[in-house]
């Protein structure tokens, strides 16, 4: 009677400290509280010789230790305060001499059940107050009771010697049990071979359907209604929905976050209380999780569905034998699908430059690149697109060779096709150098459908495409003397740069005339002059008045001003002050270094 008040008496104590302090745990602890006096009250009803019992004390002592667990771990003590589990251990130990080493495993592991059922973290506080329930309950001395009971001797009874029948019989029972074991160890092997065979042949295929093969199989095996299977992201923080068949109830759930360093019964766990908030009312519980790993990582997650309680039991017992092989197949394809998608990408890196040298256009070079990406990054739903290449008119988006072409700014991507689009859930933009706003743009209907290493070849193909582009510039840019009509559409069309003009000086009087041939030969030997220092990139133009332009866009107002004094000063002309013929070149008049934006290129153009 007194231990039925204490427990009533502590539980209703409990609770009204709880109340009156109004922590919000409050109705957490109704339910636990009403089924702990319920508890004490079933102790309280048993026969006394039975509550005296050491192994029926034992299991009392047990069930007021889980519920002091229960408790901390609702109010959050238990990294703090669950050595208080150890005191009911020791009052069953003194009272009733129960065994120490027996409660105190059980002591113990109350704390790690409430906690994992409550969700708490298991951390290193709460692994301390464990340790230290084992050590207090093996510190305990139970007393030793001593019983002395009196028997009559009873003769011994004669039992006549078995002969050859009854042994052999009892051989025969034993050989008989012992081959129905051979026998269902043999079943379990072949049908583990059967799974082990069958897994290996889905390899034979095309990759692409590999994951969806493999669902197919597993339902026909396990006579799963529905399944769906999950396989770790890129990032290695979430499981991702690669493949499925039948109606699943998680069909909204892409991604399922999770920390893959958890013990398989977590994942289990987390994933299952993750999928059923996301099914709908009828099918919440209808579904069983299956975690495979491969040699001690965690490798994905199956998920099997059966409105059927008994059918999903089968199907989850079939799963559970199957799953070492899934894992492993699953892991030895990802190994060899990397190592296939390394020397892709070496291939494609040597076939891209190969390729690129011969393009005489920007959107040949796009349309090459693309086509080559879309091989190299092969898989489902993945498409690669370039953005940004010569406005269109009112900058709409248009399809052209393969490729997206985009007007206007890079956000009419975002406002065009990929906001109408709700099923991309990956997706990628490198950005080509050079040739703003161009950019090369992966997307995928999966969620961590593009890990890092097909990001790394989008970027090799955006150098690749930005070298093929300045070659192609480079190519086009055009050097050396050419006629005034074209010096003038050049000059027209170039960007920023200094135009310099060189006029032959007026004659001082009419009777200076020089022969038209000795002004030729001293034009002559100044072009030649001219072209020697001539820059890589300028381009020049002789009139027939006798002037020449030069043009650069390299150059600002300064540079082209000493470029232009050092030729003149370097030639004939000017180290004598003037030529054997009478032909002068004054620096002070023939220079005349003009800036693009100075409105020299539209005086060039109307003069």
Partial sequence: MKELIVRWFGSGLLLLGVGVLGLPEFTSLLLPAAGYCLFAFGVFRLPNERRANPGVAGFVAFGDALAISWILATLGGSGTLGFLCAAPCAFAVSRYGTQPLSLAPLAASSLFVSAYLLGRPLDAALLGQAVGVLVLCFMLESKRIVATTHRALDPEELRPLEGEEPTAYLELRESLRRMREMYRDLQYRARRDGFATQV???????????????????????????????TLGPAGSSLVFRAGRGATPNARA?????NPDHAPAQVTHFAAKALDAL????????????????????????????????????????????????AQAIAEEAEHRAWRFSAERAEFLYDL???????????????????????????????????????????????????????????????????????????????????????????????????????????????????????????????????????????????????????????????????????????????????????????????????????????????????????????????????????????????????????????????
């Fill in 254 to 258: 892409d991604t399922l976050p999770l």
């Fill in 279 to 326: 099914a709908s009312d009828e099918r919440k519980g209808t579904f069983r999780n299956v975690v495979l790993r491969h040699r001690g990582k965690l490798v994905g997650l199956l998920c099997a569905s059966d409105p059927d309680p008994v059918g999903l039991e089968q199907t989850a017992d079939a799963l559970e034998q199957i799953a070492p092989y899934v």
């Fill in 353 to 607: 430059g190969s390729l690129l040298r011969d393009i005489d256009s920007l959107g040949s070079g796009v349309a090459l690149v693309t086509a080559e990406l879309a091989q190299t990054l092969s898989g489902a739903d993945v498409r690669i697109e370039a953005l940004g290449l010569p406005p269109l008119p009112e900058g709409e988006p248009s399809r052209q060779e393969g490729h997206w072409w985009i007007g206007d700014e890079a956000s009419a991507f975002a406002r065009d096709w990929l906001g109408e689009d709700p099923d991309i859930r990956s997706l990628a933009v490198v950005p080509v150098e050079g040739a703003s706003p161009l950019a090369i743009v992966a997307f995928s209907r999966v969620a961590d459908g593009l890990d890092e290493s097909q990001v790394e070849v989008m970027r090799w193909g955006a150098l690749e495409l930005s070298r093929a582009i300045r070659a192609l510039d480079s190519r086009r840019r055009v050097r050396g003397w050419l006629p005034d009509d074209e010096f003038r559409q050049t000059v027209r069309q170039a960007g920023q740069g200094c135009l310099i003009v060189f006029s032959p000086l007026p004659t001082a009087s009419p009777s200076d005339a020089r022969p038209l041939r000795q002004e030729r030969r001293s034009w002559r030997l100044f072009r030649r002059r001219l072209t020697l220092a001539l820059p890589a990139d300028a381009v020049a133009s002789a009139r027939s008045n006798g002037v020449i332009a030069v043009w650069s866009e390299s150059w600002d107002s300064p540079k082209a001003s000493n470029w232009a004094r050092a030729v003149i000063e370097g030639s004939p002309a000017a180290s004598s002050g003037a030529h054997e013929w009478g032909f002068k070149i004054a620096p002070s008049q023939a220079l005349a270094a003009l800036s693009a934006d100075s409105g020299a290129k539209a005086a060039l153009a109307h003069s």
């Fill in 200 to 230: 290996a042949e889905l390899r034979h295929g095309p990759e692409a359907n590999f994951l969806r093969r493999v669902v197919n199989k597993l339902a026909d095996l396990s006579q799963a209604e529905s399944l769906s299977l999950y």
